[in-house]
């Protein structure tokens, strides 16, 4: 009689620690990639502009979520940091700096301010350390707003399309392959942090910091950390985002996009990397799907049009405390419920 497995079985530690524990994972990976490359070819140039949008939230939630959902430490100056990149890298670019170099730039630079800012967390913890990055928030607009030698003021700042080896990615087709690549690598970056060391000594500082400094954590060095990784990677979604947009003001980078980011990420699921992929897709999304609403209600009853028109902030309030209420972990949890289902379907069991 032939003898067949059933689930999934392990030999080694590194196996199970894996990033892709089966054939079947890898498959799917692949067929999306391949989807996300030929989308491009097979849609207009707006549902590409969105996704390129939708992608650079990426990395800025799933890098909020490196700071707030893994390691615990309540940010609300996140937008402010992509603030700082962006500024940093459209800056060394006009100086003629190239394309990776400046994006590489801004992302260190953000990261330098993040490690200032996060200096008080190791003696602030939960809603002050909250209102001390709220702090850093309204410092860094007023920053942006009034050193205009450098970021140009309320007048803004232009920026050149990105170039890679004199190659222009001077329309959204183009710009949405190097901003998926980036991405990509930002996304495989946190997942590898989360399963090393550093991740797990974050994931100590959030369940209980005092236990976590018993074992021998550090708690400022590695709170430090976080805030330096976070910033970076946020710095590096600004830097795409001053490329692909050409031109930056400091409203593109107010409390509202810091709001927006941790909408993400409790949308999403906290402390998960597919959460933030997610929660970005979603709260980016959300504008676009209730502008379909009313433009669709428009010429059916125009009276209910105008009414929903200014709702539209209090649809996002809402959809979040739905979330915080009815589903806490976020759409991960939903991801990982579909996923137990059919593993286990047609059975109950």
């Known amino acids: 009689m032939s003898m067949h497995k059933c689930g999934l079985f392990y030999t080694t530690y590194a196996a199970e620690d894996g990033l892709f524990r089966s054939r079947f994972q890898k498959l799917c990976l692949g067929l999306f990639l391949a989807a996300m490359l030929a989308l491009p070819q097979l849609v207009d140039s707006y549902a590409v502009s969105i996704l390129n949008l939708i992608l650079i939230a990426v990395i800025g939630a799933v890098s909020l979520n490196l700071l707030t959902g893994m390691c615990g430490q309540m940010s609300l100056g996140h937008g402010a940091f992509v603030g700082v990149g962006a500024y940093g890298a459209a800056i060394l670019s006009n100086a003629g700096a190239p394309f990776v170099a400046a994006l590489l730039g801004g992302g260190a630079i953000s990261a330098m301010v993040g490690m200032v800012f996060g200096i008080p967390s190791l003696r602030l913890k939960g809603i002050y350390l909250a209102i001390s990055t709220l702090a850093a928030q309204l410092i860094l607009e007023y920053v942006f707003l009034h050193a205009s030698s450098l970021t140009g003021g309320a007048n803004g700042l232009p920026v050149d399309p990105p170039q890679i080896l004199g190659f222009a990615f001077d329309t959204d087709a183009r710009i949405f392959y190097l901003i998926l690549a980036v991405t990509a690598l930002c996304v495989l970056a946190v ?33 430090l950390q976080a805030f330096g990784l976070s910033s970076f990677l946020a710095g590096v979604a600004g830097g795409l985002w001053s490329h692909y947009t050409m031109y930056i003001t400091p409203e593109q980078f107010s409390m509202g ?78 991801w990982r419920l579909t996923k137990a289902y059919w593993k286990l379907y047609p059975f109950a069991y």
């Open 257 to 334: 996009l810091s709001i927006s980011y941790l909408a993400m990420i409790i949308i999403g699921g906290m402390g998960s990397v597919i959460g933030s992929i997610f929660g970005a897709a979603f709260i980016t999304l959300l504008p676009e799907m209730l502008n379909l609403l009313i433009s669709s209600l428009g010429g059916i009853a125009p009276d209910l049009s105008a009414v929903i028109v200014p709702m539209k902030e209090g649809v996002f309030g809402l959809m979040l405390v739905l979330f915080l209420i009815f589903e806490p972990e976020g759409l991960a949890r939903k």
């Open 191 to 223: 997942t590898n942090v989360s399963r090393t060391r550093h991740g797990r000594a974050f994931v100590a500082i959030r369940d209980y910091h005092q236990s976590a400094e018993n074992v021998g954590v550090n708690l400022f060095a590695y709170k």
